[in-house]
Structures are given as C-alpha cells and as structure tokens.
C-alpha cells in the first residue's frame, strides 16, 4: 500500500485535493498543508514533551531509590497533566520593574529554538521537514536563538541574581558551541555532507565505530548546552537562586522547564542522528516509515536516557572549572581530532572497510591517550606547585 | 521573480541608516552597531550580486564569508577597546572621550 | 505579484524598521535585541537569494555571538541599570542629512546602470551552493589566499581583544 510507504504524501495530496476541491488556489492549499504538517508536528512534539515529564521523574526516582510519581492514574501517567493544571493556575506575576515585552518574550523564544530544530530531523527516509545542506550547522544557529532567549530573560527580570545567572549560562553556552561545532564536522568529513538525511544514509557502519571520541565529545558538549548537571548553573538554587529564570512563575516558567526537556530528547536524537545511524537499523526502515519513527524515537529516548544518567550521577562543578574544561582540554581536543580524522579519512579513502574502521578507532585512542597524558602531567605539575607554595606559607608560620 | 534593483534598494537603505547611527550616536557601543548595519548592507549586495551574476563565479559568497570574519573580528577588538576604555575614564559617550582635543 | 515579492516586502520592511529603531532607541539593551530583529531579516534576504548556508551562518555568528557580545559589553559599560540622557548628539540632523544625501546617491547611480532591474538566471540543475562555495575557498586557483589571511584576521583580534580587555593586577 502506498499509504504504508509514504504517509506523508499521500495524506498531503489527500488535503491538497480536499482544499483544492473547496476552490482555494493550488498555491494557498500548498501553504495550508504545509503550516497543518508543521502544527502536527509541533503537536506530537508537545505531547512527547509532557510525558517526558513523567519520564525524567520516574527515571530520577530509580537513581536515587524512589518510586516516583505513583498516585495519580495508572503508574502516575496522568501526574504530568496534573502538574499542568498547577502551573496553569499559578499567579502569573511579572515583577514591576521589568522589561514587559522582552520578559514576556523569553520563553517563548526558549521553546522555539527547541522546536525548530525538528525541521531539521529526519523521521524517517520519506519524513522530515526540510532536508537543509547546512543542517549540522542549523543545530548551533538554533542553539544560538536559545542563548539570546537566556540573556533576555536574565535581563529582563531586572534582578541581580537572574542577570549573574544568565552571564554564566551564557557564557557557558556559548563556550560549547566551538567544540559542538568542531566535532560535528566529523560526520561531515566521513559523510561528505552536512544535510542530515545524507549523514544518516552514510552509515553503513555507524560513526560510533569510527569516531567514538567525537561522540562522547559531543555529548559533552551537549550537556553544557543543555545547561544539564554536572553544567547545571540554572539549577544553583544555593549560589544563585536558579539563576536566569528566578523570577518567572506559572506557565512562563513552565515553558523553560519544557523547553529544556524536549531540548535534551531533542539532542538524544540528533546524538543518534550523528553517531547512530538515525532511523537506520538493519534495513527495518525501509519495511515502513512508521518502523522508522519509532527506531529514531528509541534511539533518542535512549540518548535521552543516558544525558539523565549523567545528570543524576556527576555533582556540579564551578563556573570557572566549566569554562577552563571547555577552552584548555575539550576545544583543542576537539580541534585535533577533527584534523586527524580529515587526514585519515584521505589516507584511507580507497582502503578496504576493516583498515577504514581500524585506522579511525586506532587514530581516536591515540588522540584521548594523548590528551589524557598531557593533561596528568600538567595537573602533576600543579598539584606540586600548589604544594610548594603551602610548604613556603607553612614555613613562613 | 523579484528585480535586482529591489534588493539594491533595500542594501542603500540598510546603509545609510547604519551611517545615520555612526554619526550621530552618543554612545560607542551604540556606533559599533551601526558600523554592524553597514557590514549588513554590504553583504546584502554581495551576495544579490552572486545570485544574479555569473552563480557559478562563487566571489560574492566568497566576500560575504569574509566579510563575516571581518565583523566578528571587527567587533570583537571594537568592544574590547570599549570597555578598556570605560575601565579607564568610566564613560562610553563618544563626546566626553576628548582627551585629544585640546 | 507573486508570492515571493511579498515576502520580499515584509520582510525588507521589518528589517528596515529595525534598522531605524537599532540607532534611535535610547536603551541600548533594546537597541541591540532590534539588531538581531534585522540580521534575522538579513537572513531571510539571504535565504530569497537562494544562498541558505550564508543565512544559517549568519545566524550562528551574527545572533550566537556578535549580538550577545553587544549586550554584553552594554551591560558592562554603565554603572545603572537604565539609560539615561540624550540617546542622540547635537549633531544628529548633520548625520541624518549625510545619510540621507548617501541614500539618494547611491539611488541615483544605481538607476543610470543599465542591469538595474536585471532578473536572475534560474539556478542549473544539481547546483550545491556549499560545495562550490567549499571548494572555492580551499583551491589554489580559488580563494584559498584570502581565506588564510582571514584566519589570521581572527587569530591577531582574538589576541588582540584578549590583550585589551584583561585586567592588569
């Protein structure tokens, strides 16, 4: 059935003919297929977005020996509405000294750059939104559009402790983005282009295989975008009363609490885009695009899964040890390891598939056992300056 | 399809309104902006130049891409000088920096 | 009119309106957010001109730093929260009079060549914008030269800016 082989076309041309039929203009039935595909899309995605509610609860529950949410509806699934409901009917405030416009902006551009990033998403073979040449750099243009929804909201509540807060968010932020940006260039290199479905249908071997640092740099990298634990300043309630977002209630704050939970299934699933082969998994994509869907939507809860486990297993570290992580060990690793993966993928273009695979993986450990050897001998060193200068301070006693 | 001429026009607006805000804001920050209008503008034209020019020529592209790495530097020396000098004479108005005139 | 001239239209006029509000607002926090309002219309210009990567690297350097960089440096140059004084020099209407008298001009040259109101070629068939563009800037007999010395461009401002903004103990 052909219904089974391209839903979305033929449930295009279906409306298209309705519309048409109505004697609306092919051009207006186009557009207004294309905004109902888009406000499905968004729909799903929300709906997705409340029960991940359900789900971060019950995952942190396990990690920390609980049960979790369990009193309303069946294995507390309907908990996540009735929080809704809560923040629905929150007193909405707005501090009187605010920037009106721009506070009320905010959250509204925090959700949006997490939305628009499924433009990008292949769902599947025949599914996605646009298939963009430039589609792993339109993932840091996004991320970028949540930065400036940050600073806004840190400045706009114009309070001392929302704007420190949004400082270091965005400091943080946007120090990530260069090692992000460097490591996504790997699936490029090995791909040969940036448009996420041709990433996606280059791996016949998945680029875990070949580039296992890069995938863990770039969730790392992601993490710190996500502003997720150990990166989590906006979370600071002792240093900095939660920072950017302190002042917000009800709703407004719900958006940014949503917002950050699609966003990390979101990067769950562009980190299996990148690293593990997107909707592919031993041909059952092509039986049918619905298969197809659900192997992506598994594969980013996994990822979604994994970036919980760290947050709820690492501790928060300081802002400076955050940013000097970021500039003195992750970007030049980054840095390096994108230039040896050009070098080898060029040297062993030709080779047979085996000595590709070795080459890479070989090439990868020898750059993080480089790394990790430079970074115990630097620490070593400072660890016996710091340790002479308390010597001299307690002779000096 | 739409002409040449309105892209053109619209790149003339976008920098002239750029050198209205060099010329006539107080505060240097408020100055980089416009010079970041006027960059704007130029790369409008570079790039609507590629497009109905030869597109197969990839100089406009080329130019703009530079001249992306030109404002970035650009500003981020601008904005460097101004805060240093804030930090020196704690003010950022481009009148009260007259050191100079004598 | 079709439907990508009206695009053109909003899109060049919000960008416009922007543009005016970016050097005439006095809070300069404002000012800034309605620079990104305007690169965000640039992108879409580029985006119409068929030039989608300049779009999203416009907003990735553009919006993701150079606009945070400015509401940065605004929030660290002034000692309250709120602007305060004349947004304007004594000397605006000057200003205004060049800007206009640019505007004309350039209006005026433009008109008197002759391929002002030339239409696009239609673009060829399995054209890659990037990939030209890639190959472009990394051939010798291409841009590589300028691409290098652009580099080094970035590296002396970053050093450049590092030097002038670190606080001497």
């Known amino acids: 059935m052909t219904f089974w082989n391209d839903p979305l076309k033929v449930a295009a041309d279906w409306l298209t003919g309705i519309f048409t039929g109505w004697g609306m203009p092919s051009v207006g039935a186009n557009v207004l297929v294309a905004f109902l595909g888009v406000l499905m899309l968004i729909t799903i995605l929300m709906v997705i977005d409340i029960f991940l509610v359900w789900i971060e609860r019950k995952v942190v529950a ?240 996994v990822g979604y899964w994994v970036i919980m486990w760290v947050k709820y297993t690492v501790m928060r570290i300081r802002i400076d040890q955050m940013l000097a992580f970021n500039w003195k060990f992750l970007t030049p690793v980054a840095f390096v390891l994108v230039m040896v993966t050009a070098l080898m993928n060029t040297l062993l273009r030709g080779a047979d598939s085996w000595l590709f695979i070795t080459g890479m993986i070989l090439s990868n450990i020898i750059v993080a056992w480089v790394s990790m050897e430079i970074v115990r001998s630097v620490s070593k060193q400072e660890r016996e300056r710091v340790e002479g200068v308390q010597q001299v301070a307690e002779a000096h006693h | 399809m739409i002409p040449l001429s309105w892209f053109l026009i619209l790149a003339a607006g976008l920098f002239s309104i750029g050198l209205f805000g060099v010329l006539a804001r107080r505060n240097a920050v408020a100055i980089l902006l416009g010079v970041e209008l006027m960059l704007n503008a130029v790369n409008i034209n570079l790039v609507a130049f590629w497009r109905y020019g030869d597109i197969l020529l990839m100089t406009g592209q080329v130019f703009a891409i530079i001249v992306f790495a030109v404002a970035a530097a650009e500003v981020a020396v601008g904005l460097a000088l101004v805060i240093s000098v804030y930090r020196r004479r704690s003010t950022v108005v481009a009148e009260e920096l007259d050191l100079l005139k004598w | 009119m079709t439907g990508e001239q009206v695009i053109f239209l909003i899109v060049g006029a919000v960008t416009l309106i922007a543009a005016l509000m970016v050097v005439t607002v006095r809070d300069l926090v404002h000012a800034a957010l309605w620079l990104v309002a305007t690169l965000f219309g640039v992108a879409i210009i580029y985006t119409l001109l068929n030039a989608g990567f300049l779009a999203v690297v416009q907003v990735v350097v553009y919006i993701g730093a150079i606009a945070i960089l400015f509401i940065f440096a605004v929030m660290l140059t002034r000692r309250q929260a709120a602007d305060t004084g004349a947004a304007l020099n004594k000397n605006w209407w000057a200003g205004a009079l060049m800007a206009m008298l640019a505007f004309a001009g350039l209006i005026f040259m433009l008109q008197s060549w002759s391929g002002f109101q030339k239409q696009a070629a239609a673009i060829p068939l399995g054209f890659d914008a990037v990939n030209q563009l890639g190959s472009a800037l990394t051939s010798p007999a291409g841009f590589v030269l300028p691409f290098e010395v652009a580099s080094v461009l970035l590296l002396a401002a970053l050093v450049g800016a590092v030097y002038l903004a670190f606080n001497k103990k």
């Open chain 1, 62 to 301: 396990r990690f920390q020996d609980r049960i979790g949410p369990n009193r309303v509806g069946p294995f507390g699934l309907i908990q996540p509405f009735a929080d809704i409901i809560k923040l629905m009917i929150k007193e909405d405030t707005t501090p009187d000294s605010a920037d009106k416009v721009v506070y009320n902006l905010a959250p509204i551009l925090s959700m949006m750059s997490v939305l628009i990033l499924w433009a990008v998403v292949p769902l599947a073979p025949v599914m996605l939104g646009v298939d963009l040449n430039a589609g792993a750099l339109f993932i840091i243009a996004a991320g970028s559009i949540g930065t400036l929804s940050i600073i806004m909201a840190g400045w706009s509540s114009n309070n001392k402790f929302s704007v420190i807060g949004a400082f270091r968010q965005v400091a943080v932020m946007i120090s990530f983005e260069v090692p992000m940006l460097a490591v996504l260039l790997i699936p490029t290199i090995l791909s040969g282009s940036m448009g996420m479905n041709a990433i996606i249908q280059s791996q016949n071997i998945w680029f875990i295989f070949l580039s296992p640092l890069a995938a863990l740099i770039f969730l790392i990298a992601a993490i710190a975008e996500l502003g997720r634990a150990p990166f989590d300043l906006a979370e600071g309630e002792s240093e900095l009363v939660s920072g950017y977002n302190i002042e917000y209630s009800g709703m407004k704050f719900g958006m940014f609490y949503a917002g950050e939970l699609l966003h990390a299934f979101t990067f769950g699933g562009f980190w299996s885009i990148f690293f593990f082969g997107g909707y592919r998994f031993f041909g059952l994509e092509l039986v049918s695009p619905f298969l197809a869907i659900a192997i992506i939507l598994f594969k980013a809860l």
